[in-house]
């Protein structure tokens, strides 16, 4: 399979875990700029597709901006594709996608790969079987630190802050046992950017239980990406981004985090049985916000 | 049945279609205020279900950011639900709303009132059999005229210039053969308001076919609402919102306007086939403009 667009969250994840995943093998990057030795080069996807035609697969790394262009032409091409998230930079773009790998046969996936940290089953089963009071999510980074000179991300379409929050959004819609739906969203946006550098959000479900997202960009020093759920049966709470799971303060699952190893593993069972799998979830909750999302100026931001 | 919300539109056209409709008879109103000579009054909805218990199916006329608790109301106490457009403030609110019409065995319907003007079955059987070249959306009204005084329109979750864009969009994703999806969106908003007062869009689909939408709240004068698409049959035009068509110059239909008519006696059919109707996508694309979409701040807006 190749990758394309070669930035941070490709280097950083996707080379490792397509190299831990048995079925699959690195033997392509297309990106305008950067290599990875040892691999084949393409500069544009259209290039591999024409020059490489052994490649069964790709996973598309590029801003959200560019990436439905990029799928409808590999899938076309007689590719598997894994879109990393958001699957694009608009809920409706998807749906030719959709056609197009049912026409073709071949697998899309739309992954979110903070659903495959440890504590995500395990809390989707514990809260099977209890009532659920209220949710609290502090999703807090610093996008200095994990974002660097990403100019994209502020762009109308980059999501700003919901780019992290939306991992918040992806583990949040699996593991509450009902639909949940947004009723109150308030977005900072920075005076000289076009995306929100923060978010408060408030959902609830059928049930009117409270769920309180706070989303924000400009934490320095701890880094915070927890979930908390008052229940019936105590609290739970996920913390790391969903790498620990707490009952009462007692540790549940400490496992290692492996969430891109798990995906790449769940896309070659999606190819092997010709399945897609596109959610589309979390994106919606976050067309829903900037739909109904009262409007702050905040302080200009610069990287 | 019952209207719920007993406003400008409920007034203008609800009843007169309700009257003209066999199968159903206006039965009671809900509205904290106004009242309709000879028909039962309540101030809640929930006055309503719990005093009049012989009324089947209600109509809700009310603003997009109660109506979802309210349908889930109805669709509880075993009523079939008809809700104006937009279907509500969210799109993922009405995932519940299509889970408790399931459960209950109940009609819900998302009614698109401009899918019902004359044009549109025509214009739609048209564009089936030929190439499409471009479309081009002219939605431009005078909003002091259409919406006088409705404060909640500028609210966040009221849409602003979608409110009546969104009629143009209900056409435009009924007449046209593939999916179509948003590439830049660029919004207008008013210093002193929280939602747009002007729209331009680009959509495409994925034969890559140029739909440019533009639409405006400050036309006075002459209102527009037209959508013209070059094919290679020739020029097609849907002009007054969908009421007269011409192919080439040459009127195709001109038959009086009858929209709400038309969409009861839907609603009558849904009810008696045991159906629903929930098309969310022009909502979709609503929620997908303001999230790709591109603000600029214009002078405020004063009524």
């Known amino acids: 399979m190749a990758i394309v667009g070669f930035g941070k969250i490709a280097r950083d994840q996707h080379v490792a875990a397509i190299a831990a995943t048995p079925g699959i093998e690195l033997a392509a990057i297309a990106s305008r700029n950067a290599e990875l030795e040892g691999v084949a080069h393409f500069t544009t996807l259209e290039e591999l597709l024409s020059q490489a035609p052994e490649i069964e697969a790709v996973a598309l790394c590029t801003p959200p901006q560019v990436r439905q262009a990029q799928a409808l032409a590999a899938l076309r091409a007689g590719k598997h594709v894994l879109l990393e998230k958001p699957p694009g930079a608009t809920v409706s773009e998807i749906a030719p996608l959709i056609a197009a790998s049912r026409l ?15 504590a995500v089953e395990p809390a989707r089963a514990f809260l099977a079987g209890c009532d659920i009071r209220s949710v609290r999510i502090d999703w807090k980074e610093d996008v200095r630190v994990w974002h660097p000179g990403q100019g994209w991300i502020w762009e109308p379409g980059g999501l700003g802050v919901f780019d992290p929050g939306i991992n918040a959004l992806s583990i949040l819609t699996r593991i509450m046992p009902r639909p949940v739906f947004l009723t109150r969203a308030d977005l900072a946006f920075p005076s000289n950017r076009a995306a929100p550098i923060a978010a408060n959000l408030d959902f ?32 739970l709470t996920l913390s790391s981004g969903g790498a620990k799971l707490f009952h009462d303060g007692q540790p549940m699952v400490d496992e290692v985090e492996a969430e891109y190893p798990a995906l790449y593993q769940r896309f070659v069972e999606l190819v092997g049985q010709g399945a897609s799998d596109v959610d589309l979830t979390p994106l919606v909750h976050v067309a829903d916000a900037f739909m109904i999302g009262r409007r702050d100026v905040v302080e200009p931001f610069d990287d």
Not at 107 to 115: C, G, P, V
Not at 208 to 227: C, K
């Open 204 to 235: 609830t479900d059928e049930t009117g239980v409270l769920i309180r997202a706070e989303f924000d960009f400009r934490q320095t020093g701890d880094q915070t990406w927890d979930i908390r759920v008052e229940t019936s049966k105590g609290t």
């Open 104 to 118: 073709t046969g071949k697998t899309l996936y739309a992954t979110w790969h903070s659903r495959h940290a440890p």
